[in-house]
């Protein structure tokens, strides 16, 4: 069989703030799981976490192909608590979104957090900067 290339990058951005503790990490720890397990075959991906910092998990995206880098991602996310203080979202996104496009990939980002930002105004005006380059998501965690 031929291999699929979907040529989409998906770039997972995780609050790990303290405001993110107890349920919330465990619903994202849960989401995470399954959604790197239904990622489609041949696309990038990485997971950045963040809160007064922000981590990559990997320097540069990996392949969801590649059984090391998908192993090592599940064993992070599994391991992953609500350990990073503050809720500075802009960081990673600059991060996420500055980062040299890959040629021919769809950049898809998609930010993990229960919404206790402060800067939203800022976020936003920021993120439109990136439409014709990528697509940002939120998907909210909590009640």
């Not at 609050?15 to 919330?24: E, N, P, Y």
Request: hydrophobic share 40%.
């Amino acid at each position: 069989a031929a291999s699929v290339n979907y040529h989409a990058e998906f770039i997972f951005i995780v609050d790990r703030s303290g405001s993110m503790r107890g349920q919330k990490i465990a619903q994202t720890r849960k989401a995470l799981e399954r959604v790197l397990a239904a990622l489609p075959e041949g696309s990038l991906f990485n997971i950045i976490g963040f809160g007064s910092n922000f981590q990559p998990l990997f320097p540069e995206s990996k392949s969801s192909s590649d059984a090391a880098s998908l192993s090592t991602a599940e064993d992070y996310v599994a391991a992953m608590d609500a350990d990073f203080g503050g809720t500075e979202i802009l960081k990673p996104l600059r991060h996420a979104l500055h980062a040299p496009p890959v040629p021919g990939t769809d950049r898809q980002v998609l930010v993990l957090t229960d919404g206790q930002v402060s800067n939203t105004a800022e976020t936003l005006r920021f993120v439109r900067k990136f439409r014709a380059t990528a697509r940002v998501f939120s998907l909210g965690i909590g009640d």
